[in-house]
């Protein structure tokens, strides 16, 4: 089993920047890709980027060239820098683990482990 906790989170004005983390705990080596998703009131839950145990990373479309996802298997943790934020970024970010990902990167359904969640809010 594998625990995620989110931080990071916050408001910020449009043009700003945030840094998500989220530390792993628990049977890792089973994390081999990592990602962040996304989820506003009454939306599915929509994938931002996910990296895997080789440094390849997927983003989606919307946050490519402003945000950019990190990982740290010594420290377990899991990142997201975002830059130049928009009021169209403001949700529930999520962190999600599993074992494998491929071409399948966005769809939540192929994530087993998942952290509560850090609000983000773009004003």
């Known amino acids: 089993h594998v625990q995620l906790v989110e931080s990071g989170g916050g408001s910020v004005q449009a043009g700003g920047s945030l840094r998500l983390s989220c530390g792993a705990s628990?049977?890792?080596?089973?994390?081999?890709?990592m990602g962040w998703f996304r989820q506003a009131p009454g939306r599915e839950r929509e994938g931002v980027a996910t990296?895997?145990?080789?440094?390849?990373?997927s983003y989606f479309e919307s946050v490519k060239g402003r945000f950019t996802v990190s990982r740290d298997d010594e420290q377990a943790t899991l990142y997201l820098q975002m830059n130049s934020l928009k009021s169209e970024d403001s949700d529930m970010y999520y962190c999600a683990a599993t074992f494998a990902c491929g071409v399948s990167w966005s769809n939540p359904q192929i994530f087993t482990y998942w952290g509560l969640g850090t609000q983000v809010t773009v004003s």
């Open positions: 990296i895997d145990s080789g440094g390849s990373t």
């Open positions: 628990g049977h890792t080596y089973s994390s081999n890709c």
